[in-house]
C-alpha cells in the first residue's frame, strides 16, 4: 500500500513539475521576446520594452506608453538650452541603454517570471 502511495505520488510531482515548468517557460516569454529582440531598431526595441513592462506590473502602473518618439525626443532636447530638460533627457537616454545592455546580457534561468 505504501508503494503504491509512493508511486502514485511521485507521478503527481512529476506532473506538478511540468506543469511549473511550462509556466515559469511561459512567463518568461516577455523576456525572452525583449533579448531576441532587435538592437539594431530602437523603434522596435522600445515596443518591447512597453510590453514587457505592460505585464511586469498588471495593477495599472506598466503601461505600453514608452516607444520610440519618447527616446527621438529625448536625443532631440538634449541639446536643449535648459538644464531641467537636458538632464531628463539624460535620464532618458541612460534608462534606454541600460535596458538595452540588460537585454544583452541576462541569463533567462536567472530571471524569475
Known amino acids: 500500500m505504501i508503494a503504491r502511495f509512493d508511486q502514485d505520488w511521485a507521478r503527481y510531482e512529476a506532473a506538478y513539475i511540468g506543469e511549473l515548468m511550462v509556466i515559469e517557460h511561459d ?9 531576441a529582440g532587435s538592437f539594431d531598431s530602437p523603434k522596435v526595441f522600445c515596443e518591447m520594452i512597453g510590453e514587457v513592462n505592460s505585464v511586469a506590473n498588471p495593477e495599472g502602473q506598466g503601461t505600453r506608453d514608452f516607444d520610440s518618439k519618447v527616446l527621438e525626443t529625448a536625443r532631440i532636447l538634449s541639446k536643449s538650452d535648459s538644464s531641467a530638460v537636458r538632464a531628463l533627457c539624460l535620464k532618458i537616454e541612460d534608462s534606454f541603454e541600460a535596458i538595452t545592455l540588460y537585454a544583452r546580457k541576462v541569463k533567462l534561468d536567472f530571471v524569475d517570471p
Open 27 to 35: 512567463a518568461r516569454r516577455f523576456i525572452r521576446n525583449l533579448v
